[in-house]
């Protein structure tokens, strides 16, 4: 039970420390609130607050845990002491009856379900691996280190700050439980809202539709951010209707901390601060207001930009990466993960109303079937809200496409959910059916009735599990195969020993540090070799010759000239002779390549198993030079590359642009011996000393059955995962 009692003062703490926060800044704006307002406006408003502080302390290596349990004590007695827990506000209109019954049945009977959840083990497949990896990294670091070996930690982290602060002091658990805080601070703003606005019966309505939604549930009770996002959207969505009333300009300045926040916590959701404001200027064309908006989503924003331009040389990483070109994630890794997530599961466009509504397996979960009634929401249109809820659904919703899993449809739900709530206000027995019948189909064993075998959905009420009255391993395994790995990793790794993984593991269990190949250019490049060691057509069995009457030369390059296609041009071994001998690498060679220029020394290194590759679809005009320190003489140059190019051309220049040989004489050499030896020895050079293999990880049976010439050694296996010691011939 201390378990219990620490995931539950890990929550309250921070719960409590951003609500206290969020008092503060709403003390300051001064604007009129019923008290259900203050209440939703506090904790969204200060988790901004609390999020940025606790970044600040990471940034400055402070972030430990008998900080943020001073903090967590010291705030809420300060406000305690200033009268700022105290709500001054009027109370709203009673709700009707059948409005209250409804209220109290369906949230009193899901919150025994989702509590039970979020106290739970986490055990989610993104909250067990990088979002909460991260944070216990960040935890043991007491703050933020270098970490260019996974894309994850260059997105904005806000809700992640949030995380670390209640992870410090219940772990896992406490970290979904300040997710759930997000879940149930979202209907009591959209009820407040419509109570605010004439129309509770819709608004009750539409939270019932977002709350009991079965992704929403499954997301909000994890330690994910999607359900935070859209808290946070709808805060600002209904800020912008006070302030439209009210014309308070110190409402702006919640406005700008929460459309900061919205990118902190969710980097599509970016599109707050145009919304907020391109809101502003429709209904105040000064410039002031908008100045006001933007200075303060600015100080939100600024940390994680900044961030990456320190760590990453791109201060929108891991994306963008054309645009600031860096050594850290390749530009063929960006597109070809964009392009996978815009057609997840390659799921046809066509096909996503059934599955993100009734079947759920293919995109991971369903927001339930009553959202194909998403036709009824043109009638709402007839209300001014109605179109306010409309094109907000369609703006924020504008992102979707970018990563078509269902969860990612959460940040504009409350706004579509809205919408069909209005499209019928006068029916409000119609509308309460709706809600109820959403309510009653949403229960978890009521889905797998009518949605896929496999969707991704909670199960049940979990208190046993959530109580710790069954051991935590154990729930955790059922849910998370990878799990026991995690376990046997930090019971025969030693400190500070790395790991490297080709598929995600749980590694938010364990204190060592792992790295997923396909997370980092770095990790692309030793699959490669691996990749390489074991295919043919990768490997370095291909020589082309460019022979050309010596010559004193500066420079000697190689120019692809092939029109634009898809294969990555790659080198294995430049190499430039004299009268047949290979003349010595210097020191003082100046070696270039683009794209990807930091590379390029993986084709001047003699190992056969690393290449420098494009990492871009081959174009004419791309290129690799050796430029001497002193003309040099020259009359030949080899190059030693794979197969896996066909429609790459090259020929060969000089310094100036003239051509000394159009075409290369093409011949096949043989494979290198030692291939997989080599591999071995290239991923122990880059730090790693284990290796994670799941069983459909490509190779596994190779690293198995050949464990000797490879030099590696199994050490344990846990649900047909394998741990390997990397010997190489290295150590």
């Not at 109303?353 to 929401?377: D, M, N, Q, S, W």
């Amino acid at each position: 039970m201390s378990q219990v009692f620490y995931l539950l003062l890990g929550a309250l703490l921070t719960v409590a420390c951003a609500f206290a926060l969020g008092r503060v800044l709403l003390a300051r704006i001064a604007t009129p609130m019923y008290k259900h307002e203050q209440i939703f406006f506090s904790f969204v408003t200060g988790s901004a607050m609390l999020s940025l502080l606790v970044f600040l302390l990471a940034a400055s290596g402070t972030a430990r845990k008998g900080v943020f349990i001073a903090l967590g004590l010291a705030i809420p007695a300060a406000a305690i002491y200033k009268g700022l827990f105290r709500l001054n506000g009027d109370d709203f209109p009673r709700l009707a009856k059948p409005l209250k019954w409804l209220c109290i049945s369906v949230f009193t009977v899901y919150t025994a379900l989702y509590l039970s959840n979020a106290m739970a083990p986490e055990m989610s497949p993104d909250g067990s691996t990088y979002h909460l990896g991260l944070v216990a990294r960040y935890y043991r670091d007491h703050g933020f280190t270098r970490i260019t070996n996974n894309m994850y930690a260059a997105l904005s982290q806000g809700m992640e700050m949030l995380f670390l602060f209640a992870f410090s002091i219940g772990r896992h658990s406490a970290a979904a439980m300040i997710h759930y805080a997000f879940l149930c601070a979202l209907p009591l703003g959209m009820i407040s809202f419509g109570r605010r606005f004439g129309f509770a019966g819709a608004a009750v309505a539409a939270a019932i539709l977002f709350f009991c939604s079965p992704v929403v549930g499954n997301d909000g009770t994890a330690a994910y951010n999607d359900v935070a996002t859209a808290c946070i959207l709808f805060s600002i969505f209904y800020l912008l209707q006070i302030w439209e009333q009210s014309r308070e300009q110190k409402l702006l300045i919640a406005v700008g901390v929460l459309a900061g926040f919205a990118f902190g916590v969710k980097y599509t959701a970016c599109l707050a601060v145009p919304y907020a404001l391109g809101f502003v200027l429709w209904k105040e064309r000064r410039i002031k207001p908008l100045l006001l908006v933007s200075a303060c989503a600015l100080v939100f924003i600024a940390p994680w930009m900044i961030k990456n331009i320190i760590v990453m040389n791109n201060p929108v990483a891991p994306f963008f990466n054309r645009v600031f070109p860096n050594p850290f994630i390749h530009v063929q890794f960006e597109q070809d993960y964009i392009r996978m997530m815009s057609h997840f599961n390659d799921v046809p466009y066509a096909n996503l109303p059934l599955e993100t509504t009734t079947k759920g397996g293919a995109l991971g979960g369903l927001i339930g079937p009553i959202f194909l009634l998403v036709p009824l929401a043109l009638l709402s249109l007839r209300t001014s809200f109605g179109r306010r809820a409309v094109f907000a659904f369609l703006f924020f919703g504008a992102t979707y496409f970018g990563n078509t899993g269902t969860r990612f449809l959460i940040p504009s739900l409350p706004f579509l959910s809205l919408a069909i709530a209005l499209a019928i206000p006068n029916l409000q027995a119609a509308l309460l059916g709706i809600a109820l019948v959403h309510a009653a189909i949403s229960w978890p064993s009521v889905i797998p009735r009518y949605s896929d075998k496999h969707a991704w959905r909670l199960e049940k009420v979990v208190w046993k599990n959530a109580l710790r009255l069954r051991p935590e391993d154990q729930y955790i395994h059922e849910h998370q195969p990878g799990y026991l790995i995690t376990r046997v990793i930090d019971e025969l790794v030693p400190k500070g020993k790395k790991i490297l993984a080709f598929t995600d593991i749980p590694y938010a269990y364990t204190s060592k540090e792992v790295v997923v190949s396909y997370q980092s250019a770095l990790g692309e490049n030793l699959i490669d070799g691996l990749y390489c060691a074991m295919i043919q057509e990768r490997s370095p069995i291909a020589r082309q010759r460019f022979k050309f009457p010596p010559r004193k030369l500066r420079k000697v390059r190689v120019v692809q000239t092939a029109p634009a296609n898809i294969d990555l041009w790659s080198i294995a071994e430049f190499r430039v002779l004299r009268n047949g001998k290979e003349l010595p690498r210097a020191a003082d060679w100046k070696l270039r390549a683009s794209p990807n220029p930091w590379e390029v020394q993986l084709a001047f290194d003699n190992s056969p198993i690393t290449r420098w590759r494009s990492y871009e679809g081959a174009k004419p005009g791309m290129f690799m030079e050796v430029e001497f320190l002193l003309e040099t003489e020259v009359d030949e140059v080899l190059l030693e590359s794979s197969r896996d190019q066909y429609k790459v051309r090259v020929r060969l220049e000089d310094g100036n642009g003239q051509v000394l040989v159009p075409e290369p004489e093409e011949s096949e050499i043989p494979v290198p011996p030692g291939l997989r030896r080599a591999a071995i020895d290239e991923i122990v050079l880059n730090g790693f000393d284990y290796m994670v293999v799941w069983p459909d990880d490509f190779g596994s049976e190779d690293y198995r059955k050949n464990a000797e010439i490879w030099g590696i050694e199994q050490i344990a296996e846990r649900n047909h995962l394998r741990l390997y010691k990397l010997n190489g011939t290295t150590k």
